[in-house]
């Protein structure tokens, strides 16, 4: 009879234990995307948006599991979106000094030159296929042109 509630809060510790480790493990695998971006440019300079990607704590490298990475762009007064894809860069010092910096991939993109005189602001948005799942950044963000 001692022996059932040792027994009850044993069960209840390693349940617990599991539900634990499985619950991390799921949000560990989930890949994510940060942009880093100005928030106003200035015409007749390009614009560096630059997009770290990261799957922290995966078993398989970062570079297998991103793919079709885009980002779509355009004036505010314009009707569709242009279309750009990155080249890949060298990770920000940010990244390089993580622990496992195999985790993050790092990727750049330049806008084209806005001639003098251009007013408005720059809707982007990215979107990437993570593991064959679609990743949106969310919201439109927002670049201000200046001269």
Request: net charge negative.
């Amino acid at each position: 009879m001692k022996m059932t509630p040792i027994i009850i809060l044993l069960i209840i510790v390693v349940v617990g234990f599991f539900v634990f480790t499985l619950s991390n493990k799921q949000t560990n695998e989930s890949g994510s995307v940060e942009i880093n971006a100005p928030s106003a440019a200035k015409t007749n300079d390009p614009i560096l948006i630059e997009i770290v990607l990261s799957a922290p704590k995966s078993d398989a490298f970062i570079n297998t599991r991103f793919t079709d990475i885009s980002l779509y762009y355009k004036l505010t007064a314009e009707k569709t979106y242009s279309m750009v894809k990155p080249f890949q860069a060298s990770l920000s010092e940010k990244y390089q000094n993580t622990k496992n910096d195999r985790d993050y991939e790092q990727y750049n993109y330049f806008l084209p030159l806005y001639p003098a005189g251009t007013r408005g602001e720059i809707e982007y948005y990215v979107d990437v296929m993570f593991d064959g799942k679609l990743i949106h950044s969310e919201g439109t963000k927002k670049i201000t042109l200046i001269d």
